[in-house]
């Protein structure tokens, strides 16, 4: 111990901490390594680092204004794709740490698990689908960033967690720090997306599910802290994988049928969505005619023009698409979203 009271915490002593982790723990040291192989670093494990590299990425700086639900809102309290990622962290470290799993990577996963998502949601998606054979889906787009655009080197387990973040996606991801994030991601947008509808005036509280209610309680604070008691009472009587408890798993399936059919296909957002399926594609298809105007930035040469594009677009916040598309083709033809995008 130094003079100063400091006691150095070197990699060496965060990996020999990880050892009294739960069996079904992921261990930095036993991580399957990088693409690129690299020397380690003195301080911190190979999660840690991963952690670091995606916090300071550009993808994840843009979260700040690209839409979660509502497209481009104007009041200052509605969730963004960074807002969602930070609450989606605090939930799967808050997982991980009580299941006695790898904190670090789970946060690692967490930060990264939507670097790949378009401008407007996943209405974006919708739009870009056409281009890409078998469709276009942000998470293979994340996998993209961190290995090709911006070249940050992760590990496989954190790659393999942003690549199966979503429950579309199979193989499932293979760790259990992964499957935190599944949950966590999933218990980040119900909550804060059904807040968001009520501050929109789409939503009462008092619409919601009323076994969601009863099991959960209102959207907020109460209803994450339940969903997060009930993936931790079910996953601990599971033994051998991260699951909600069964009756609050039935109740979170009701509200996410009532979610999809209130908020995400409602009138509002149905009218906000072929606009900006639109704006998407004209964006893509003007770019696709002039690909000179790609930033040398923010380009893999190596890839077919499409595929060139596609990462361009897709990495537009919203307001950067709307100003691009104005640019290009007049303020006038975006005029009319601007009303819808409140």
């Known amino acids: 111990?130094?003079?100063?009271?400091?006691?150095?915490?070197?990699?060496?002593?965060?990996?020999?901490?990880?050892?009294?982790?739960?069996?079904?723990?992921?261990?930095?040291?036993?991580?399957?390594?990088?693409?690129?192989?690299?020397?380690?670093?003195?301080?911190?494990?190979?999660?840690?680092?991963?952690?670091?590299?995606?916090?300071?990425?550009?993808?994840?700086?843009?979260?700040?204004?690209?839409?979660?639900?509502?497209?481009?809102?104007?009041?200052?309290h509605f969730v963004t794709r960074l807002t969602h990622t930070l609450q989606v962290t605090q939930v799967a470290r808050s997982l991980a740490r009580a299941l006695g799993l790898n904190e670090t990577l789970a946060e690692a996963i967490a930060l990264g698990h939507d670097l790949?998502?378009?401008?407007f949601g996943h209405i974006?998606?919708?739009?870009?689908?056409?281009?890409?054979?078998?469709?276009?889906?942000?998470?293979?787009?994340?996998?993209?960033?961190?290995?090709?655009l911006e070249h940050l080197n992760l590990t496989w387990e954190v790659r393999d967690g942003i690549r199966a973040?979503?429950?579309?996606?199979?193989?499932?991801?293979?760790?259990?720090?992964a499957e935190c994030v599944r949950y966590a991601d999933r218990i980040g947008y119900l909550s804060h997306d059904a807040l968001d509808?009520?501050?929109?005036?789409?939503?009462?509280?008092?619409?919601?599910?009323?076994?969601?209610?009863?099991?959960?309680g209102d959207p907020g604070s109460s209803m994450v802290g339940a969903?997060?008691?009930?993936?931790?009472?079910?996953s601990l009587a599971d033994?051998?994988?991260?699951?909600?408890?069964?009756?609050?798993?039935?109740?979170?399936?009701?509200?996410?049928?009532?979610m999809f059919q209130r908020v995400y296909a409602s009138e509002t957002a149905a009218g906000q969505k072929q606009l900006a399926i639109d704006v998407t594609r004209r964006l893509v298809d003007h770019h696709l005619a002039h690909p000179g105007l790609i930033p040398a930035t923010y380009r893999?040469?190596?890839?077919?023009?499409?595929?060139?594009?596609?990462?361009?677009?897709?990495?537009?916040?919203?307001?950067?698409?709307?100003?691009?598309?104005d640019r290009l083709f007049g303020a006038d033809a975006t005029a009319r979203m601007r009303p819808l995008l409140r």
């Open 300 to 325: 893999d040469t190596s890839a077919d023009p499409v595929t060139q594009v596609v990462d361009y677009v897709s990495g537009m916040t919203d307001r950067y698409a709307l100003s691009t598309h």
């Open 1 to 76: 111990m130094g003079a100063e009271g400091f006691r150095l915490v070197d990699r060496a002593a965060r990996e020999r901490a990880e050892e009294v982790l739960a069996p079904a723990a992921t261990r930095s040291t036993g991580t399957r390594g990088r693409a690129v192989p690299e020397a380690e670093d003195a301080l911190r494990t190979a999660f840690e680092r991963d952690r670091d590299r995606i916090l300071h990425a550009k993808a994840f700086r843009r979260l700040k204004h690209k839409t979660q639900v509502f497209l481009n809102p104007d009041g200052d």
């Open 197 to 216: 509808a009520v501050r929109a005036g789409v939503l009462q509280v008092g619409d919601l599910p009323a076994r969601a209610r009863a099991v959960f």
């Open 165 to 177: 973040h979503s429950w579309k996606i199979t193989p499932p991801p293979t760790t259990r720090e």
């Open 116 to 119: 790949g998502h378009s401008p």
């Open 227 to 234: 969903m997060i008691d009930a993936v931790v009472a079910g």
């Open 239 to 258: 033994g051998a994988v991260v699951v909600m408890a069964p009756e609050p798993l039935e109740a979170m399936h009701e509200l996410r049928a009532f």
């Open 124 to 148: 974006g998606e919708d739009a870009l689908e056409p281009y890409v054979p078998g469709g276009w889906h942000h998470a293979a787009q994340g996998v993209r960033i961190v290995e090709v």
